[in-house]
Every structure is written in structure tokens, then in C-alpha cells.
């Protein structure tokens, strides 16, 4: 139990996908301006996350370590996601219309997001066993979700603001990242300091 | 062997989920009705949302599904109304009469101003960093991003405060949602009566800062004859649906607030030149 807690920790605040591993900036600085926007992607990155580790990690267990095929990991993962998510996409728009509108947008956008292929593949580099693989995709998409929803608080202000001509748009917006992200590193080392080494 | 093995299982893999998403496409399909395509075609495609649901072929697929009604269309009107109910087979009664209108009536020299603001010239920068120049929370800020947000030119600022053109105005509902001190409403039929303040602090307090604001006096409430008007949170409301129009508590009220709009005194027929959004901001 303390080990999944500890997971979850430091995915969200220590080492948090979107901040400090640099994983999913496209949507974390595409679809971040607007708050119901950013948290519906976030929802579903969550969501695909979750289902893709939940299938992923069975697979490479079973098939691909059984013949020492690792190498092929990334490729056949993102072949397994991006038919998944199609999969899922087609079974909520059949069974749940209410949360395909809601989450259908977003869902083809992250049939091969990094953040996505990220959380699976690093399931495997920190060797976790299924549920630990769980818990890190869940708490990778929570970060996510806190990502997101600070900086569309951040955007909307910058939106606002009376920059100059040069750093209108784009260039302040990746600045403003580039300080929350410098913002993340104050949690470095906290998962030791809360939960001893 | 060491090369055939891993094509063989990618392949395979790659097989599973391709005929797996084509039994799922054909098993699972959604059958779209050809009649929401042709009624989508026939509407205006503002996808402004007027109609209360999120864009044109959104209400389009809610006509033919769950059976909304055909004339809830603001910005086609009775046009789109009839040539909707002509795909429909049906007939249908036409779109009913709405506009916009704006619950302030603080121009320049009636209201209070506590800064002088030279940031960036839009309501939402003001407003987001300031709380507004006024006294007033509930005071149009006056720099007009309700009339960038229009595409009909129906609003207009006149003296530092919005004010909708009701003859351009197709009640699309785009000014509502940008006002960040949310001052606009949309009119659903009924009388023209309504009032133009938004301020809910005490009447002593709302005296203080600006000199057309509603004290809740509560005069409108026993001048009316119809129970259509109550004070709510120090503010009075007009039931659109009891009110008849009859014009009693436009006569009573002292702050000359509760206005008709078809009043020829109202700004909307007077001068319609539009003063610069902004304007001279806080020398009032």
C-alpha cells in the first residue's frame, strides 16, 4: 500500500509527466487554454492511460519478454493504444453517447500522445508489477490533470496581460511553462523527506 | 527464425486489432439520420448556441432525436423555422421575438469611477486584473469586448455603457457570454420591461457609488398590480411571464432604472453614433 502511495506521490508532484519529464507538451500547451477544455483532456488522457496499462503490460509480460522481444515494445504498444482507444471510441459512441460528446473530442487526439506511451513504457524501466503499473498511469494522468489546470489559470491571465509586441502568443506561453515547470523541481527529493528512503 | 518471429507477432497483432475494429465499426455503428444532415444545411452554422444546445448540427441532431423544437433558432428566425418544418413534414409556429439587453445604466457622469485604467483597453484585462474602474461590481466596464463579440454591429457603447440595437439584434447570445460582469441577458418574448442595474449591494451603498443603481426600494413591487416584480438579493426582477407591460413601475421607480425598451427616450433610439469604446474613461 505505502509503495502505490509512494507512486502516486511522485508521478503528480516530483516527477510529473507534463513538468518535469517534458512528456504530452502538444496538448499541455494546445488545449490548456481554455479550464473545461483542458480538464475534459485531461479526463480522457487519464482514462486512456489507465486502459492502455491495463492492457500493455499483460501483453508484454506474457508475449513479448516470453521471446525476448523487447525491442519491439514501442512499436506494437503503439499499434495496441492507438487500436484501443479507436475500439473505445467506437463503444462509447455507441453505448455511452452522454460521455462520447463529452471526452470525443480529445480522444482521437491522444491515440499516440508520448504522455500516453510514456506512462506504459516506463511501467516497464522502473520494473513495477500490474497494480503499481496501475497506480503510476493513474497518477500520471492526475498530474496531468494538475498540469493543466494550473496553467490554464496561468494562460488565462496572460491572455489578459499587456505583453509586449515581441512575446505575444506562443513565446510567452512557453515561457510561463517553462517557470511552472521550475516551479515542479521545488518538490525534488520530497518523496524521501515524506516517506523516508 | 529470429527475424520471422517477431513479423509474425507484430502482423498478427496488427491483424487482431484491424479486423477487431471493423467488426466493431459494423457492429456498433450509429445510424445517422439523413434528415439532421439536411436540417443542418438549412441552418444558419453561427454554432452560437443560442438555441441551447452546443452548435447548429448539435440542434440539428436534437430536432430529429429527442425532438426538439423546430423554431428555437434565433438567428435564422421564421425563415429557418419554415424551411426546417418543411424537412420535418410538420408545422411549426414561428421563432418567437428575442434580444439582447444590457442591465446598467451607469454612463459616464451617473456612475462612480476609482481608477484611472491604462492597461490593456478590454473589459475581460480589467476586469481580471482590476475588479473593473468603478465603484460598481456590477458596473459595465465599458470597453466594449461585448461589441467585438457581436458579428450583427447590434451593440453599441453609448457613454461608457453597452447598449443592444434590438432591430440588428438576433439574440445569438455571444455578448452574454463574453461580459465578464455578465450584464447582458436575452429577452424570451414577453413585455420589454426590465431593469438596468445588476447591483445587489445595500441601497445606501449602491447610492454611494452610482446615481442610476437600484436601492431596492421595493416601490416597483407594490406599484405593480400583477405580483411580477419582487426584490431579489437588493435587487428587483421582473417575472417576464406575469408582466403584461402595463408600464406602472416604470412611472414609480426613483432611479428611473426599470425602463421599457421601446421607450423613445431610451438610448437605443437616440443618437446611434457609437462614442469610441472606452472613451474618456475616468474623468466623470
Known amino acids: 500500500m505505502k509503495e502505490i502511495l509512494v507512486i502516486l506521490f511522485s508521478v503528480i508532484l ?3 509527466f507534463v513538468l518535469s519529464k517534458f512528456l504530452g507538451i502538444c496538448p499541455f500547451l494546445g488545449v490548456s487554454k481554455r479550464l473545461d477544455s483542458s480538464v475534459g483532456m485531461s479526463i480522457a488522457v487519464t482514462f486512456v492511460m489507465i486502459l492502455a496499462t491495463a492492457v500493455t503490460w499483460p501483453l508484454y509480460a506474457l508475449l513479448l519478454a516470453r521471446f525476448e522481444l523487447e525491442y519491439l515494445q514501442i512499436i506494437v504498444f503503439i499499434l495496441v493504444i492507438a487500436a484501443l482507444v479507436q475500439l473505445v471510441e467506437i463503444m462509447l459512441k455507441k453505448y455511452m453517447p452522454a460521455l462520447h460528446s463529452s471526452l470525443g473530442v480529445y480522444l482521437p487526439l491522444i491515440t499516440t500522445n508520448c504522455a500516453v506511451l510514456g506512462a506504459t513504457i516506463l511501467n516497464f524501466d522502473n520494473g513495477y508489477t500490474f497494480a503499481q503499473s496501475l497506480a503510476n498511469a493513474f497518477g500520471a494522468g492526475l498530474g496531468f490533470l494538475l498540469a493543466m489546470v494550473l496553467f490554464s489559470g496561468i494562460r488565462q491571465k496572460i491572455e489578459e496581460a499587456d505583453v509586449p509586441e515581441t512575446f505575444k502568443g506562443v513565446p510567452s506561453v512557453l515561457i510561463a511553462a517553462s517557470i511552472l515547470s521550475l516551479a515542479f523541481m521545488g518538490f525534488s527529493g520530497m518523496v524521501e523527506g515524506v516517506f523516508g528512503k | 527464425m529470429t527475424i520471422a518471429l517477431p513479423i509474425i507477432i507484430v502482423s498478427l497483432i496488427g491483424l487482431v486489432a484491424g479486423v477487431g475494429l471493423t467488426l466493431a465499426a459494423k457492429y456498433m455503428a450509429v445510424s445517422v439520420d439523413e434528415r439532421a444532415a439536411r436540417i443542418n444545411s438549412v441552418l444558419p452554422g453561427a454554432n452560437c448556441g443560442a438555441c441551447g444546445f452546443a452548435g447548429c448540427s448539435d440542434y440539428a441532431s436534437a430536432i430529429v432525436d429527442s425532438g426538439a423544437k423546430p423554431n428555437l433558432c434565433p438567428v435564422g428566425g421564421a425563415d429557418v423555422a419554415a424551411k426546417i418544418s418543411t424537412v420535418l413534414g410538420v408545422e411549426v409556429d414561428a421563432a418567437e421575438q428575442r434580444y439582447a439587453r444590457v ?4 454612463t459616464f457622469s451617473k456612475t462612480r469611477y476609482v481608477m484611472r485604467y491604462r492597461g490593456m483597453q478590454s473589459c475581460a484585462a480589467n476586469k481580471t486584473f482590476y475588479r473593473g474602474r468603478g465603484a460598481c461590481p456590477n458596473a459595465c466596464l465599458g470597453y466594449g469586448d461585448c461589441t467585438y463579440a457581436c458579428n450583427y454591429g447590434a451593440i453599441y457603447m453609448y457613454h461608457g455603457v453597452a447598449v443592444v440595437d434590438k432591430d440588428k439584434c ?8 463574453r461580459c465578464p460582469n455578465k450584464l447582458i441577458e436575452l429577452a424570451r418574448g414577453g413585455s420589454d420591461i ?4 445588476s447591483n445587489t449591494e445595500k441601497g445606501k451603498v449602491t447610492r454611494s457609488m452610482c446615481s442610476v443603481g437600484c436601492i431596492a426600494c421595493g416601490r416597483c413591487v407594490k406599484a405593480c398590480k400583477f405580483g411580477a416584480v419582487e426584490i431579489e438579493n437588493n435587487l428587483a426582477a421582473i417575472d417576464q411571464e406575469k408582466c403584461v407591460g402595463c408600464g406602472l413601475c416604470v412611472k414609480e421607480c426613483p ?3 426599470i425602463r421599457k425598451y421601446s421607450d423613445p427616450s431610451f438610448p437605443h433610439h437616440r443618437a446611434k453614433s457609437a ?3 472606452g472613451g474618456q474613461a475616468a474623468q466623470g
Open chain 2, 255 to 257: 432611479m428611473n432604472i
Open chain 2, 194 to 197: 426590465f431593469v438596468r442595474c
Open chain 2, 103 to 106: 442591465r446598467c445604466a451607469g
Open chain 2, 170 to 177: 438576433v439574440a445569438c447570445g455571444l455578448c452574454v457570454e
Open chain 1, 14 to 16: 516530483v516527477d510529473n
Open chain 2, 275 to 277: 462614442s469610441p469604446a
